[in-house]
């Protein structure tokens, strides 16, 4: 399947100055498939050695013992048979079971920077041990993250973009030249878009869910994927974390982010979660999930923004699912609403904010929202070129009583509505509409600063 970080790595591969890249990404966002199945097999064919740390027990115990890198290459080429150069790929997977692999990054920077370097895994346990050693651990002698001698890369579930590109290319090149012209798609060709849109809320990005959609064009089939990706998410929070206390708390918020936001606040509330529950009781977890990439996280902004956008209280949040097709089935709405005719009147904005939220992580934003009184609301803002753009998510129509409130306070370049309708501008009220499947591209030139109308 075609991933969009595929050019991040071409990029990455092509500059001069590329120091080892670590790719980090919550489990089973395809990582290892898009690294050694298609980048490695596309340009380095055949010159690439890839290293297991899980199950090749003789090199990880090796790396295990030194971060020397030259004494790491000629072990490893000794072991592969297969001599590493700067035209050979090393790439270095399921790393969180050997950490000073990444301790050695710094002298493959050092000494081999000619060297192409990849590291991946499940890397929740590497970023907690980065997070010691910021704090000045005691214990952070055992673990030295290589600060200023890597390259960074995430990859996340794949976005509404991916979504469509793999399984109906042709829609997909229509929608893409659509928002390029700046123009409503014609009414058939925009329903099509939104069915497509309906089965992306259902099937989500997740590769393995999203490959079994395509092959077998089965919903119920890829929602059963869904379902042991679910659970294995749930088995995950056992390897990582120091009590079994915050493992259990790690769940049960895990498993109340569609109750949580599923209210007219939205915000966290710990109390829905435990009895008299604090937040700071699930900071850890917090933290954990979205160091995992299994959570996202939007701060609140009030009143008058200013830039650079900073959240105006730690406290007040939000928390999405990763993966909008878990967030759906967490939710445990029948499959069917997805497809029914009165989808529309069954599914709740929410599913619609949690799509958004996660379209926009995926081009590289961080998340903000902007509560003012009275309930107004926007669900994101973005800051764009040094310009603000409020972000307003809609099923339908809804109201303009939250701009209008927003503008008494914030000036901005203009709104954005997207909803279900289809591409216009307002130009009195500064106001342009875009449908859902146009987002993917809205949040890729708002990361550019290419925004235009």
Known sequence: MERNALQDL???????????????????????????????????????????????????????ETANAQKIIEYISLRKGKQINEKTLLIFDEIQECPNIISSLKYFCQDYRQIPVIATGS??????QRETHKRGSMDNGKFLFPVGKINQLTVYPMSFDEFLKNSNKVLYDAVQKAYEDKRPLDRQIHELAMEQIYKYLLVGGMPEAVDTYIDSGNLLEAREILSTLY????????????SPEAVLRSRALFQNIYKELNRESKNFSPGLIEEKGKTRDFATSIQWLTMAHVVNQSFQLKEHITTPLMPDHEGNFRLFLSDIGMFSYQSGINAASFLSKERENTLSGIFFENFAANELIA???????????ASAELEFIVESDNMLYPIDVKKSK?????????????????AIKVSGNNYGYHPEQRLLTVPFYFIPFVAEDLAKGTMKI
């Open 10 to 64: 071409i990029e990455w591969n092509r500059s001069m100055r590329k120091k080892p890249l670590i790719v980090w990404g919550a489990r089973q966002v395809g990582k290892t498939y898009l690294i050694k199945d298609i980048f490695a097999e596309t340009i380095y064919k055949d010159q690439y050695i890839y290293v297991d740390c899980k199950i090749e027990d003789e090199i990880r115990n090796f790396c295990s």
């Open 123 to 128: 890397m929740v346990r590497i970023k907690l």
């Open 231 to 242: 659970d294995n998410y749930l088995s995950d929070m056992n390897l990582y974390q120091a």
């Open 363 to 373: 081009k590289g934003h961080k998340l903000f929202y902007w509560r003012g009184k």
């Open 398 to 414: 809804g109201t303009l009583n939250s701009l209008e409130k927003f503008a008494n306070h914030n000036k901005f370049a203009y």
